[in-house]
């Protein structure tokens, strides 16, 4: 972008286009805020919702301070554990979900769901919720979902699928995650 353009969702005629970034490996969350912090960067409005996080990841700092971004966090929630959800998942997925499809049909540039694919994995939320806050979301919205892993009922709703493949990783080494880097 030169120096003289800005970004105005109001010059451009093009479809907001549906991301899905998935997979086992790292990246998932760093992909949406680089895309977050591009489009504020270029002017646009941006509203970010995070579906199962508690908001104390190292990176809602920098988007709460973002000009042009609204951060959305329910608030504090465990993990998931092999026990299940409990009904504060379901309370925090309702909230960010309400939240995501206000965003959606009010009409902003970019809209980020974290997660929201690993509360569909979890049956926290139904497929059907997905696929109605991508078919009622404004025209020019541009949507990103994030989550291990993607439906194939959703990829005919999807304009981009991107994998991201874990490897390696020192957490199987019993490195524990690190501030910064995995959180």
């Not at 800005?6 to 969350?29: D, E, L, Q």
């Not at 309702?94 to 995501?100: D, G």
């Amino acid at each position: 972008m030169y120096e003289n353009q800005r970004y105005s969702r109001h010059t451009h005629n093009h479809r907001g286009m549906v991301h899905a970034v998935f997979g086992t490996g790292p990246g998932k969350t760093s992909r949406a805020v680089g895309l977050a912090v591009r489009m504020a960067g270029a002017g646009g409005e941006v509203i970010f919702v995070q579906f199962m996080k508690s908001g104390d990841s190292a990176e809602v700092e920098i988007l709460r301070e973002t000009r042009n971004i609204e951060y959305l966090c329910p608030g504090s929630v465990p993990f998931v554990l092999p026990k299940g959800p409990k009904t504060q998942h379901y309370d925090h997925v309702e909230t960010a979900l309400k939240w995501a499809s206000e965003a959606s049909q009010k009409g902003c540039d970019l809209l980020v769901c974290d997660e929201i694919l690993d509360a569909l994995h979890f049956e926290l939320i139904h497929l059907g919720q997905i696929h109605t806050l991508i078919r009622q979301k404004d025209r020019k919205t541009e949507l990103v979902l994030t989550g291990a892993e993607v439906p194939e009922a959703l990829y005919d709703d999807l304009d981009y699928i991107t994998q991201l493949t874990q490897i390696k990783h020192p957490y199987y080494r019993g490195v524990p995650a690190r501030r910064g880097i995995e959180y």
